[in-house]
């Protein structure tokens, strides 16, 4: 390098200033050129000045310091990606920040884990820190909408020792109630063994977290994580819910605002929670929602505690899976159409496998290879498979069949029907050219039809849980758009946004960042929650950074169920949708659907 710089020094003196510069950037890898060169012209420093800092900076003798915020985001990304010695080697190989540098810019996310029964007092503790001290810092303090979600995620089944607390994790907040955790002896260590062997505590499979989500945000906030053995009851649900609802009053609804509604997978329980929780009393008329929403003729206007609403995740089993398993009849699934009564569309009419893959069949891009995939593919829960036989179904009703078969006709007009319905809950999902006025049309029309069919044959048409689950997040977007329209009538509001596929992104970011090991137990667990809230931030802030997910391109058809909202062309904002006539047409467009399809009139609900 010495030589290098000897060199340079013989040319500088045959060339001009210019030339002489643009022979020092050539001739040498400076690290980080571009913020020498600004800030020697931010300095004023001329020609001359600045080719002998770079050629001090060849030799060792000058290093830049003051880093770009897009710089102190990658040092921090390739730190949660690839480890301290990762991020070593590219400090001093490109100059980018290193670790102490970044710690002094960064905020860590640190979410306070949870040994027994949760409290209300941690999710005070988590709101502080993970949600009030860093937003505050950034300047997000607006009101907007604000959706709580839970899901779980597994871990490995063994107990943790936590230094800092010196106490032992890992057991299930059910049962370790009466534990005592704290490492005080070695007694205490057998103690917990012996409970264990008794059975009267229980590792924790999972990990339930409970994250928040404002408005169209891409990042999501963690307010609580605890392991669990799935042995939680409804009142535990209840309390739990209570404590958020709680904590949440007290510390972010006069900041943030209220509390919209509650997002899962469709999890039993919850279900059963949601329910209890959350339509046990009428909107009130003097609510300045009842206006808005008293002339959606139908909408069940039941609410929660401060009209907050459970809604379920379309991508899960309350939705398409289910849907498509009503059609996909895996054995080990007691679906509808498994069972030899089938599934009752129309006047009694039963959809069942045989009738379906002759429809099926019509279709010119189908042979019965590809259509036995449609009907038993290798995973009954892959939602893009499950998009493409709804796309088939809905297809169906555009083939010509020779009206002599009265048998095959009107088999085409029942699975026709059920395209419909199909067709019209899963389109606004996965259609970025639907405004949000065409989203409401086409879910009032599936509500509109869901009604009549089940009114008519109840559980011969569809389970008692998947009617509910469906209409309440029909009813969850309806509110959604009517409470933006009150708070900030401006902002955009996507169906396609419903649902807890963040917190299911979150965990990706939490696989990912444990490199070759994407297991965890509970303690990794919490330190990945906090990395994955760093990964998530780096790539809200630099999207070209992040190599989405195959699934999540709308290239082919099979990956709509996670179209990003950022491909939404379409008109969303809530003041330009009508929610009256959109909910109006809807139930216009449902009795035109039963006049020409079925023998049901529009009038039996």
Not at 85 to 90: A, M, R
Request: net charge neutral; with cysteine.
């Amino acid at each position: 390098m010495l030589n290098m710089s000897r060199q340079l020094g013989s040319f500088a003196q045959k060339m001009g200033d210019y030339e002489r510069l643009i022979m020092a950037i050539a001739t040498n890898d400076v690290p980080r050129v571009n913020a020498l060169l600004s800030t020697a012209i931010r300095n004023g420093a001329s020609i001359n000045t600045i080719t002998a800092q770079l050629i001090e900076a060849v030799q060792g003798l000058r290093s830049t310091k003051g880093f770009t915020n897009f710089e102190h985001d990658l040092s921090l990304l390739i730190y949660r990606l690839g480890g301290h010695s990762l991020l070593y080697s590219l400090n001093h190989a490109l100059g980018l920040p290193s670790l102490r540098t970044i710690g002094n810019s960064a905020h860590f996310v640190k979410i306070t884990p949870t040994f027994g029964p949760v409290t209300i007092e941690e999710i005070r503790m988590n709101i502080k820190k993970v949600i009030l001290e860093p937003r505050a810092l950034a300047g997000k303090l607006e009101k907007q909408g604000v959706v709580f979600m839970m899901d779980e995620v597994a871990i490995e089944e063994h107990l943790d020792y936590f230094p800092l607390e010196n106490k032992v994790g890992g057991l299930c907040q059910k049962h370790s109630g009466t534990t005592p955790l704290t490492l005080q002896t070695y007694k205490s260590a057998l103690n917990i063994v012996d409970k264990l062997r008794a059975g009267e505590v229980h590792f924790g499979k999972e990990m339930a977290v409970v994250a928040v989500r404002f408005g169209d945000e891409k990042n999501i906030y963690p307010i609580l994580a605890y392991p669990t053995c799935k042995g939680e009851t409804v009142e535990d649900m209840m309390a739990l819910y209570t404590f958020l609802m709680d904590a949440w009053e007290e510390l972010g609804e006069e900041i943030f605002g209220e509390i919209r509604n509650f997002a899962t997978d469709g999890d039993p329980l919850r279900r059963k929670v949601a329910y209890k929780m959350f339509c046990q009393e009428q909107l009130p008329n003097t609510h300045p929602l009842f206006p808005i929403l008293c002339n959606l003729r139908g909408l069940n206007l039941c609410t929660g505690p401060k009209q907050i609403l459970q809604t379920f995740d379309w991508r899960h089993r309350d939705i398409v899976k289910c849907k498509s398993r009503l059609i996909i009849m895996q054995p080990r699934d007691s679906t509808l159409v498994r069972r030899p009564s089938g599934m009752c569309v129309d006047a009694g009419r039963v959809v069942n496998p045989t009738f379906l893959g002759q429809c099926l069949l019509l279709l010119q891009d189908h042979d019965a290879n590809s259509v036995h995939k449609l009907l038993n593919p290798d995973d009954p829960q892959d939602v893009p498979r499950a998009i493409d036989l709804v796309e088939a179904i809905i297809a169906v009703r555009n083939v010509e069949v020779p009206a002599r078969d009265v048998e095959l006709v009107s088999t085409k007009y029942s699975v026709g029907l059920l395209g419909h319905v199909l067709e019209n809950f899963t389109l606004p999902f996965i259609t970025p050219e639907f405004s949000l006025s065409d989203q409401i049309r086409r879910l009032s029309t599936c509500a509109h039809l869901l009604f009549i069919h089940f009114r008519e044959y109840r559980t011969q048409f569809m389970s008692n849980q998947l009617y509910g689950d469906t209409q309440c997040t029909i009813k969850n977007i309806v509110f959604s758009v009517a409470k933006q329209q009150l708070q900030d009538p401006d902002a955009n509001v996507n169906a396609n946004e419903d649902g807890t596929d963040p917190l299911e992104g979150h965990f990706s970011f939490m696989r990912t960042a444990g490199g070759h090991n994407s297991a965890m137990n509970y303690k990794q667990g919490m330190e990945r929650n906090g990395w994955a809230c760093a990964i998530q931030g780096v790539y809200g802030r630099w999207p070209h950074l992040h190599k989405e997910s195959r699934r999540r391109r709308i290239t082919r058809t099979e990956q709509k169920d996670h179209l990003n909202s950022s491909k939404w062309n379409a008109d969303l904002k809530a003041i330009n949708c009508d929610l009256p006539d959109s909910w109006a047409s809807g139930e216009i467009e449902a009795s035109r659907i039963l006049c020409a399809y079925s023998k049901l009139s529009p009038d039996s609900g």
